[in-house]
């Protein structure tokens, strides 16, 4: 998966908000906007290339508000499988929210 593509699904709208990530944004007080700023401001941080059904990638991007948001999501090549999304756990992160700290 490459941003370029994810940003260009993102513009057309042609998402799709699966149960999963609404239940994750409405438990952890994420709105919809802060999911599509982040994605269209964001980068790649992992590729997760054998995920089923779609390959699929974590992307760090950031809210309006200038918070750092993680987001999980998947492409068929027409569609942006919306997965979940999480505010990043700083002990769990690198200061960039970009590695996975070693525990």
């Known amino acids: 998966m490459v941003i370029e593509d ?10 799709r908000w699966i149960n999963h990530i609404l239940e994750c944004i409405f438990r ?3 709105c919809m906007d802060d999911i599509e700023t982040a994605l269209l401001t964001g980068e790649i941080i992992e590729q997760y290339p054998n995920d089923y ?9 950031r809210t309006e508000a200038g918070r750092n948001l993680h987001i999980v999501c998947g492409s068929n090549g027409s569609e942006l499988w919306l997965i979940t999304a999480y505010y990043p756990n700083p002990d ?8 996975r700290r070693k525990l």
């Open 53 to 61: 059904p779609f390959p699929s990638c974590l992307i760090l991007g």
């Open 28 to 30: 952890r007080g994420i």
């Open 6 to 15: 994810i940003i260009l699904l993102c513009r057309k709208k042609s998402m």
């Open 92 to 99: 769990q992160w690198t200061d960039d929210y970009k590695q």
